[in-house]
């Protein structure tokens, strides 16, 4: 019912900048809360940074002031502009969106992000 697809990972060296970008399909649902979210090997998948339909976001801590996430309801797309990567910001991205009307989220397949040192 809701696919998402995300694009843009790869390999920078630390200092450097990679934009993500992460497409709904819909199938006419409004989705509601959508947001990025990490996961590095042997650790637990965590947020990153969410935007509300209304444009309120929230970032983890250990991204706030380097990356930036925005969304564009017309087009169910959500970005996230990550400058002054570091090492271990290393890890497979996943998108993710909130469709309340279905009472559940959607994951993308991800993308990975590789820092290098």
């Known amino acids: 019912q809701v696919q998402l697809v995300e694009s843009g990972g790869g390999l920078v060296q630390a200092g450097g900048s990679l934009r993500l970008s992460c497409a709904a399909s819909t199938s006419g649902f409004s989705i509601n809360t959508m947001g990025w979210y990490r996961q590095a090997p042997g650790k637990q998948r965590e947020l990153v940074a969410f935007?509300?339909?209304?444009?309120?976001?929230n970032y983890a801590d250990s991204v706030k002031g380097r990356f930036t996430i925005s969304r564009d309801n017309a087009r169910s797309t959500v970005d996230l502009q990550m400058n002054s990567l570091k090492p271990e910001d290393t890890a497979i991205y996943f998108c993710?969106?909130?469709?309340?009307?279905?009472?559940?989220?959607?994951w993308g397949q991800g993308t990975q992000v590789t820092v290098s040192s």
């Open positions: 993710n969106a909130e469709v309340r009307v279905l009472g559940r989220d959607y």
């Open positions: 935007i509300t339909r209304g444009g309120s976001t």
